[in-house]
């Protein structure tokens, strides 16, 4: 392996450093962003959007979410509920269909 001179390695060295730098910067800039409660979002209405407070949209983000998940637990239960029907119906089927006919 070649090796490279000071000089080489130095600006390798300092080009590194300046990324480092920068990278920070812009980490830390974004971190501040996603943790700032009165940064405006927005939300798409019709064919526009219109500009919110973060606070009212993770709200209505919540409400949407255990409105869905009591909408899944409800579902489940009315398939479960079908499915012991159907089950039911399907057994009663089979014993007319096995039963000995009295004619």
């Not at 490279?4 to 830390?28: E, G, H, N, P, Y």
């Not at 998940?69 to 096995?98: M, V």
């Amino acid at each position: 392996m070649a090796s490279l001179s000071d000089d080489t390695l130095r600006k390798i060295l300092i080009q590194i450093q300046q990324t480092a730098v920068q990278s920070q910067r812009a980490l830390s800039v974004t971190r501040q962003q996603v943790t700032e409660d009165s940064v405006n979002v927005y939300r798409g209405v019709g064919k526009m959007f219109m500009m919110i407070p973060r606070s009212t949209m993770e709200k209505d983000l919540r409400n949407q979410e255990k409105a869905l998940t009591d909408d899944i637990n409800s579902l489940n239960k009315k398939a479960s509920y079908l499915e012991k029907q159907f089950n039911d119906a399907q057994s009663q089927l089979r014993d007319i269909f096995n039963s000995p006919s009295k004619q």
